[in-house]
């Protein structure tokens, strides 16, 4: 039996109607949120990461009806008319750490929650937000490199 659910996706009201048993990766796949990777349904990857309100979540291993009244940001939130990347993409390209960018959305919704929520992040603070984002193609030093580099930017207002 179908319910009907509401959620804010990336500042917009949303409705879905929505077996029991749907997870939030396929209510926002089948919207067209497409930065939302399917990766191992079991949330040890990390690339389906979202933001519910303002918490880094697995969306592969949360029913949709845990997000009816809530707010959710994915990597599309990140778009800005006036440039053609977020601040936090053009980190990860400068720092070498997009290879096949299939983990990147995940992890720049791990990296965005922590930067709204740290004004200055420690380097134990970057470790406990990024466990469970993996990538398998740079190694982690570009991508540390890039959270550092994001970090700073955050301290000086610039994302």
Request: aromatic residues 6%.
């Given at each position: 039996?179908?319910q009907?659910i509401c959620?804010?996706?990336?500042?917009v009201?949303k409705?879905?109607?929505?077996?029991?048993?749907?997870?939030?990766?396929?209510?926002?796949?089948?919207?067209?949120?497409?930065?939302?990777k399917?990766?191992c349904?079991?949330?040890?990857?990390?690339?389906?990461?979202?933001?519910?309100?303002?918490r880094?979540?697995?969306s592969?291993?949360?029913?949709?009806f845990q997000?009816?009244?809530?707010?959710i940001?994915t990597?599309?939130?990140?778009?800005?008319?006036?440039?053609?990347?977020?601040?936090?993409q053009?980190?990860?390209?400068?720092?070498?750490?997009?290879q096949?960018?299939?983990?990147?959305?995940?992890?720049?919704?791990?990296?965005?929650?922590m930067?709204d929520?740290?004004?200055?992040p420690?380097?134990?603070?970057?470790?406990l937000y990024m466990?469970?984002?993996?990538?398998?193609?740079?190694g982690?030093?570009?991508?540390?490199?890039?959270?550092?580099?994001?970090?700073?930017q955050?301290?000086?207002?610039?994302v």
């Amino acid at each position: 039996m179908k319910q009907t659910i509401c959620m804010k996706i990336n500042g917009v009201d949303k409705s879905f109607d929505v077996e029991a048993d749907t997870k939030l990766i396929d209510v926002l796949r089948d919207a067209g949120y497409m930065s939302v990777k399917r990766g191992c349904d079991e949330g040890s990857c990390g690339s389906c990461t979202v933001i519910m309100d303002g918490r880094a979540v697995y969306s592969c291993i949360m029913y949709a009806f845990q997000a009816h009244g809530r707010s959710i940001e994915t990597t599309e939130m990140l778009s800005n008319p006036a440039s053609d990347l977020h601040p936090m993409q053009e980190a990860f390209l400068d720092a070498g750490a997009v290879q096949c960018g299939f983990c990147i959305p995940g992890m720049l919704m791990s990296v965005k929650a922590m930067v709204d929520e740290i004004v200055a992040p420690t380097d134990e603070d970057i470790r406990l937000y990024m466990d469970g984002n993996l990538c398998r193609c740079t190694g982690y030093e570009k991508i540390w490199n890039a959270v550092h580099t994001i970090c700073a930017q955050k301290k000086d207002g610039d994302v």
